[in-house]
Nanobody, 127 residues
């Protein structure tokens, strides 16, 4: 049974930082592309960042480039999202996702590339 468990969300002031974690179990972590998506109140789930199965290629939404960094630790079956210079607009539920796909670039921003999703972790940025 595949499980993705996010953690690390919370309340932070604008300009602050948080690090999200996503622990994957029940799958061959090395064979999956991993992604972060978020859903703000009243809005649809949107792409934030992704990392290919080999870990060498990372992708970001324009809104987070230069502020967020995605990474993965194969020994721990864990993906991370380091979020710096947080803004109130970053307030959302953040979801991690896993997809057995060789997609690259913008294709990794498509929700249907991912077959497994976590339950989400709330990030709230106060102004």
């Amino acid at each position: 049974q595949v499980q993705l468990a996010e953690s690390g969300g919370g309340l932070v002031q604008a300009g602050g930082s948080l690090r999200l974690s996503c622990v994957a179990s029940g799958l061959d972590f090395r064979s999956y592309a991993m992604g972060w998506f978020r859903r703000a109140p009243g809005k649809e789930r949107v792409f934030v960042s992704a990392i290919r199965w080999g870990g060498g290629n990372t992708y970001y939404a324009d809104s987070v480039k230069g502020r967020f960094t995605i990474s993965r630790d194969y020994a721990k079956n864990t993906m991370y999202l380091q979020m710096n210079s947080l803004e109130p607009e970053d307030t959302a539920v953040y979801y991690c996702a896993a997809g057995r796909t060789a997609a690259t670039g913008q294709d990794l921003g498509q929700l249907d590339r991912y077959g497994y999703w976590g339950q989400g972790t709330q990030v709230t940025v106060s102004s």
